[in-house]
T-cell receptor
């Protein structure tokens, strides 16, 4: 069963608009972490934002925020005021495993294209 | 720049050959992870080392092996290469901050098996 689901294979957004990238997850572990990474066409994986399962507030990092809805098991990434440089693949990931022996499980990704 | 380095950046080889991918973690990070990214499988976890010890294993093929050395750099060895091993191989490193242990990724090694 898919543990991380990203239902939007591709999204097209006008520059300066806000965009929401969807991510739902499946776990029975009460303690988990959720991450978003950006992969530009150059190929590197860039960490954007982290949300812990016990965090009371939604995480924010500059123009990135995470809309965390625990009961719905969703962790959507919101990018405000999109820029041309935001065009990339975006991956949602969940950390799983015991402390000290953990791995990231990734979704299939969403390709975001920002149009001028 | 994440601080994680990987060499080589590109590698082209033939089926049946053996290659070694190298990774240097961020300064101070004790954990090193290896991931494979392919078009059909997506991003898959291969293996994790912590301070020289293997800690977690994913769907790593028996033809693949890894190790972490005393200076904390890591190597991923791929042998008896097949066409399907062509992929982007990432190394990541992390350190526990007391809140989380975010994995920072290197630039990747793109392996092409002909």
């Amino acid at each position: 069963a898919q543990k991380i689901t990203q239902t939007q294979p591709g999204m097209f957004v006008q520059e300066k608009e806000a965009v929401t990238l969807d991510c739902t997850y499946d776990t029975s572990d009460p303690s988990y972490g959720l991450f978003w990474y950006k992969q530009p066409s150059s190929g590197e994986m860039i960490f954007l934002i982290y949300q812990g399962s016990y965090d009371q507030q939604n995480a924010t990092e500059g123009r990135y925020s995470l809309n965390f809805q625990k009961a719905r098991k969703s962790a959507n990434l919101v990018i405000s005021a999109s820029q041309l440089g935001d065009s990339a693949m975006y991956f949602c990931a969940m950390r799983e495993g015991p402390q000290g022996a953990q791995k990231l499980v990734f979704g299939q990704g969403t390709r975001l294209t920002i149009n001028p | 720049d994440s601080g994680v380095t990987q060499t080589p950046k590109h590698l082209i080889t033939a089926t049946g050959q053996r290659v070694t991918l190298r990774c240097s973690p961020r300064s101070g990070d004790l954990s090193v992870y290896w991931y494979q990214q392919s078009l059909d499988q997506g991003l898959q976890f291969l293996i994790q080392y912590y301070n020289g010890e293997e800690r977690a294993k994913g769907n790593i093929l028996e033809r693949f092996s890894a190790q972490q050395f005393p200076d904390l750099h890591s190597e991923l060895n791929l042998s008896s290469l097949e066409l399907g091993d062509s992929a982007l191989y990432f190394c990541a490193s992390s350190a526990w901050t007391g809140v989380t242990d975010t994995q920072y990724f290197g630039p990747g090694t793109r392996l092409t098996v002909l």
